[in-house]
């Protein structure tokens, strides 16, 4: 009778699972900086809108309008880190529109994330339109 030699392999799964491992680890990490994108731009264009809401009822008080933004994010983004741009279509008096343009960064969990940015930091900017309603400027009918 002849035996056959069989080749070892013991440790050979625990190879394969070592490999797989990490590539679900980086895939899992990737999905989490993903829901964590989506969860921060709906979270600044919510403020940008409640800054817009703001503005339309009281379109001079820019600095009211910063404030209610910052405030808005404040439970996802450090209101230090949050820029407002109020700027107005035409001038703010009845019907024209104000703008508030939000901007702020998230740092990135991923790993990898240093290949699509340096500092893994990404920057988020939306905008939101109101028609303004009311107004005490200067120069309105």
């Excluded at 895939?27 to 969860?39: E, K």
């Excluded at 741009?85 to 035409?90: A, D, E, L, P």
């Excluded at 500092?119 to 303004?132: E, G």
Aim: charged fraction near 15%.
């Amino acid at each position: 009778m002849r035996r056959e030699m069989q080749r070892p392999t013991r440790g050979q799964a625990l190879v394969e699972f070592a490999l797989i491992a990490v590539l679900l680890l980086l895939l899992m990490a990737g999905t989490v900086d993903v829901a964590r994108l989506v969860t921060a731009y709906t979270y600044l264009n919510n403020a940008a809108q409640e800054g817009a809401v703001y503005g339309a009822m009281r379109p001079t008080d820019v600095t009211g309008i910063t404030q209610r933004v910052r405030d808005t994010a404040r439970s996802l983004f450090p209101p230090d880190q949050v820029t407002v741009n109020v700027s107005y279509i035409t001038q703010p008096c009845p019907g024209n529109r104000i703008q508030v343009e939000v901007q702020s960064q998230l740092v990135l969990i991923f790993p990898l994330a240093e290949l699509f940015s340096a500092d893994r930091r990404v920057t988020l900017t939306t905008s939101a339109q109101q028609v303004i309603l009311q107004s005490n400027a200067a120069g309105c009918p």
